[in-house]
């Protein structure tokens, strides 16, 4: 009996969705598994659910498969991009877009390339300097008061611990026929 053709178009249904995709997911994978062993090829093989969740096969060790296509991709450069490198270039090129935007942000707020800056965006500028001063000078109070109230607890301790009180009698001084006492007393009452 011959198996019907189905068309190749998104499954509707929730749930035979999600069957096909095991299913089929499974067949990719004996299928990679087989070239792999007939063939003696190196294979990585990568799928991403709709939930994000991620199976993957590899014929060897993952990160090794990777970092040789990586040093392959490089080799090539961009004369010849595969369809892997074109399908990945929109993305890249967001974020290399973004990085260089936060880079230069990043150089503005240091002071540097604001000459071309229209005034709008030199004000924007501005309001960011503002609110992370702001936030700095917030922060910096804090820790002073933190420090500050350190340094009374430590003062308020010190004067809390009692004087000792010193004896002293010197020789040096001439005796005064017995009539006073040479000692000296140091202690907290001399500075009540």
Known sequence: MARKKIPIKKIDNINARQV????RR???????????TLCDAEIALIVFST?????????????QILERR????????LVNPSI????????LGILRKEIEHKTNEMSQLNGEEIQGLTI????????LLQRRWTTISKIKE???????QKLKQ???REQRQPYESFTCSSSEFPPDCGNSDTSLKLGLSLFE
């Open 26 to 36: 499974k067949g990719l994978f004996k299928k990679a598994q087989e070239l792999s």
């Open 51 to 63: 939930t994000s969740k991620l199976f993957e096969y590899a014929s060897s060790s993952m990160q």
């Open 70 to 77: 990586d040093r392959h991709s490089g080799i090539q450069g």
């Open 20 to 23: 096909t995709f095991s299913k």
């Open 120 to 127: 709008k965006e030199l004000q924007k500028v501005e309001e």
């Open 84 to 91: 892997g490198q074109q399908l990945g270039s929109d993305s």
């Open 142 to 148: 804090a820790k002073l008061m933190e420090e500050n």
């Open 154 to 156: 430590s003062f308020v």
